[in-house]
């Protein structure tokens, strides 16, 4: 099934392209229980239509659901300076990892180390502007 919102397919609808630019809906209509077919404006042919093949689309962060509190997107995460509690720079988020039971964020450390931590309350504070603040268990940012 095609993942996101039925008005992300409206006719008229911007999405983003991962090999730059954007694409307008024509149209669309669900296609048997698997999805969508989606027309695009100027690909009118089969292979304009396969030169698109692999693509990934996007929607514009202003067309996503809202989050739960607590919750975030993890583009939003990526880039944000991780600091320990007492402010000392632990790293900076490099990678957010969905898991089935536990997300964890993946930070790279100023020496170039990547450590793993899973994204829960009791170790991880909420996002505060350019950094977020976490209390790790003992030893795991150390060298080595």
């Known amino acids: 099934m095609v993942a996101g919102e039925p008005s ?8 983003g392209l991962d090999r730059g630019g954007t694409l307008r809906v024509s ?10 077919v989606v027309a695009f404006e100027g690909v009118s ?12 689309l996007t929607a514009a962060a202003s067309a996503r659901d809202g989050l739960e509190p607590g919750a975030w997107w993890p ?26 039971a536990q997300d964890r964020l993946e930070i790279t450390t100023p020496a170039g ?3 793993e931590i899973p994204f ?6 909420d996002p505060a502007g350019d950094r977020i603040v976490l209390r790790p268990p ?7």
């Open 138 to 144: 003992e030893g795991l940012f150390d060298a080595g």
């Open 27 to 36: 149209k669309a209509r669900p296609h048997r229980d698997r999805g969508l």
């Open 45 to 56: 042919d089969r292979a304009a239509a396969e030169a698109l093949r692999g693509a990934v």
């Open 113 to 115: 180390r990547t450590v």
């Open 75 to 100: 583009e939003d995460l990526v880039g944000l300076r991780a600091v320990g509690p007492d402010g000392e720079v632990l790293g900076e988020v490099t990678g957010v990892i969905v898991g089935d």
């Open 8 to 15: 992300w397919f409206a006719p008229g609808a911007e999405l």
């Open 120 to 125: 829960v309350d009791e170790l991880v504070d």
